[in-house]
T-cell receptor, first 114, second 115 residues
Framework: AQSVTQLDSHVSVSEGTPVLLRCNYS??????LFWYVQHPNKGLQLLLK??????LVKGINGFEAEFKKSETSFHLTKPSAHMSDAAEYFC????????????FGTGTSLTVIP | DTAVSQTPKYLVTQMGNDKSIKCEQN?????MYWYKQDSKKFLKIMFS???????INETVPNRFSPKSPDKAHLNLHINSLELGDSAVYFC??????????????FGPGTRLTVL
């Protein structure tokens, strides 16, 4: 069975401090993993994806995520939060050769305090 | 040069009406999807089409009927609209190739309000 758990529904950080958004997954097969960001009243934009080439994945806007198979985690981080990072973030898993099945987490709302 | 487009962006209608939302992608993808996002931002897959054939049909009322006239289009028709249908509907597309590491591209969403 496939599933995604985003451990925090809301995260609040001060501008300039690190961001950590947590994601755990379960997958019967080697998964591909994605993080998407959704700014208010906008569609979803891909931040980064894990393609098995490297466990540390760098994305846009200074975000990165590390795939840890032993912990079945794919946490999203950024060293220094910016006001424009305030948005909803979704972790997504797609099991290998799943026929384009994508499983979404319930989302984490990031607030950045000036 | 919009990759995935949806029309309309906003749709306000009365209960009981029938409405359609259109989606088009110019990425050459062979798989398209419809998602429903509720007020708590939770995204639920509704349908998925691959090369015009239905491959995912989650438990949604049969008032919802997708139609794919060609690989680049996936429209969503909703009959007898109900208050609970109010949500944001997202269209997405992806390429179902030999590699399974293919992300989805999302449209801007259609905010449906049923009065």
């Amino acid at each position: 069975a496939q599933s995604v758990t985003q451990l925090d529904s809301h995260v609040s950080v001060s501008e300039g401090t690190p961001v950590l958004l947590r994601c755990n997954y379960s997958s019967s097969y080697s998964p591909s993993l994605f993080w998407y960001v959704q700014h208010p009243n906008k569609g979803l934009q891909l931040l980064l994806k894990y393609t098995s080439a490297a466990t540390l994945v760098k994305g846009i806007n200074g975000f990165e995520a590390e795939f840890k198979k032993s912990e079945t985690s794919f946490h999203l981080t950024k060293p220094s939060a910016h006001m424009s990072d305030a948005a909803e973030y979704f972790c997504v898993v797609s099991p290998f050769k799943s026929g384009n099945q994508f499983y979404f987490g319930t989302g984490t709302s990031l607030t950045v305090i000036p | 040069d919009t990759a995935v487009s949806q029309t309309p962006k906003y749709l306000v209608t009365q209960m009981g009406n029938d409405k359609s939302i259109k989606c088009e992608q110019n990425l050459g993808h062979d798989t398209m999807y419809w998602y429903k996002q509720d007020s708590k931002k939770f995204l639920k897959i509704m349908f998925s089409y691959n090369n015009k054939e239905l491959i995912i049909n989650e438990t949604v009322p049969n008032r919802f009927s997708p139609k794919s006239p060609d690989k680049a289009h996936l429209n969503l028709h909703i009959n007898s609209l109900e208050l609970g249908d109010s949500a944001v509907y997202f269209c997405a597309s992806s390429h179902h190739g030999s590699s399974s590491y293919n992300e989805q591209f999302f449209g801007p969403g259609t905010r449906l309000t049923v009065l």
